[in-house]
Nanobody, 123 residues
Framework: VQLQASGGGLVQAGGSLRLSCAASRGTLSSYAMGWFRQAPGKEREFVAAITWSGGNTYYRDSVKGRFIISRDNAKNTVYLQMNSLKPEDTAVYYC?????????????????WGQGTLVTVSS
């Protein structure tokens, strides 16, 4: 499966963005999905994950209550709705996929990655 992330941009603190991850050459309905981010000078970190059905989700503590991961398998797309954005959310955001039903939280378990989309939050 090939993944294409989009939706990044420049937003003021407190604003919102919705990232999308669309799949080509395959269907996402059989894949667990995750979002990760990498801030300048830092290692990539987990943000959120969702099961193949969308029935279970998990978030890193710093985004709980602000970000929502969801999916529309009919559209072959996974979303990350980001609200109440903070400057520390500034990063390149990546989507990732792994075939299977369970939540996948660890970067090393994902074999498929999108190219990343830049989110910049100004103060």
């Amino acid at each position: 499966v090939q993944l294409q992330a989009s939706g990044g941009g420049l937003v003021q603190a407190g604003g919102s963005l919705r990232l999308s991850c669309a799949a080509s050459r395959g269907t996402l309905s059989s894949y667990a999905m995750g979002w990760f981010r990498q801030a300048p000078g830092k290692e990539r970190e987990f943000v959120a994950a969702i099961t193949w059905s969308g029935g279970n989700t998990y978030y890193r503590d710093s985004v709980k209550g602000r970000f929502i991961i969801s999916r529309d398998n009919a559209k072959n797309t996974v979303y990350l709705q980001m609200n109440s954005l903070k400057p520390e959310d500034t990063a390149v955001y990546y989507c990732a996929a792994k075939m299977g039903r369970s939540l996948v939280l660890h970067e090393g378990e994902y074999p498929y990655w999108g190219q990343g989309t830049l989110v910049t939050v100004s103060s």
